[in-house]
């Protein structure tokens, strides 16, 4: 099994629509981070959290830290198609501070 | 451009054949890593640099597969004998080195590459 876990796998919305991706880990996280991809392409930094409790919001994104729970979640208010890609959550398990463990992604299909 | 640079950005090869790709990474940054992403699945840690020394290699880094950074600037992965299963998309990234401590930063908000896709034939 995967050391983290994202879901949902995919998720297609009608523009304008809110939801939420979550991302587990099974381990400790030292640093939570999120990127977009689209397909075919390299990864854009989105967002990094660090501490329990954090909450970032850019735009209409907003990334929160459960550390506790050893979970995020990314969340997109008012959805367009411009945000439509892979999402991917990574983090340093383990507390390497070396590298970053990835979950397999969720691809978001926003319909206009 | 200032960001993370990969070359080339495809690459198709037949079984067998020896690969090169590069990255040079953004100028401050003087960490690297070298990353591996197959389709649906994210991408996968191969090795990290810290200026020119080879720090860190995943043991899906075959002995087929070698990395430089000879200067602590740009990074080579080399793959011999290229085979179907070696067929992804290779990921560069860089970091600064900042701040101390578990997740502090170690890893840093990392700047990827638009990635080198390789098909073996």
């Known amino acids: 099994s995967q050391e983290l876990e994202q879901s949902p796998q995919s998720l297609i919305v009608q523009e304008g629509k809110n939801l939420t991706i979550n991302c587990t880990s099974s381990?400790?996280?030292?640093?939570l981070y999120w990127y977009k991809q689209k397909y075919g392409e390299g990864l854009i930094f989105l967002m990094m959290l660090q501490k329990g409790g954090e909450e970032k919001s850019h735009e209409k994104i907003t990334a929160k830290l459960d550390e506790k729970k050893q979970q995020s979640s990314l969340h997109i208010t008012a959805s367009q198609p411009s945000h439509a890609g892979i999402y991917l959550c990574?983090?340093?398990?383990?507390?390497?501070?070396?590298?970053?463990?990835f979950g397999s992604g969720t691809q978001l299909t926003v319909l206009p | 451009d200032t960001g993370v640079s990969q070359d080339p950005r495809h690459k198709i090869t037949k079984r067998g054949q020896n690969v090169t790709f590069r990255c040079d990474p953004i100028?401050?940054?003087?960490?690297l890593y070298w990353y591996r992403q197959t389709l649906g699945q994210g991408p996968e840690f191969l090795t990290y640099?810290?200026?020119?020394?080879?720090?860190?290699k995943s043991r899906l880094l075959s002995d087929r597969f070698s990395a430089e950074r000879p200067k602590g600037s740009f990074s080579t992965l080399e793959i011999q004998r290229t085979e179907q299963g070696d067929s992804a998309m290779y990921l560069c990234?860089?970091?600064?080195?900042?701040?101390?401590?578990?997740?502090?930063?170690?890893?840093?908000?990392?700047?990827f590459g638009q990635g080198t896709r390789l098909t073996v034939v």
């Open positions: 990234a860089s970091t600064p080195a900042s701040g101390t401590g578990r997740g502090t930063g170690g890893v840093s908000s990392a700047f």
């Open positions: 100028s401050e940054h003087n960490r």
């Open positions: 381990k400790t996280l030292y640093g």
């Open positions: 990574g983090a340093d398990i383990g507390g390497s501070a070396r590298q970053l463990t």
């Open positions: 640099f810290q200026n020119e020394a080879q720090l860190e």
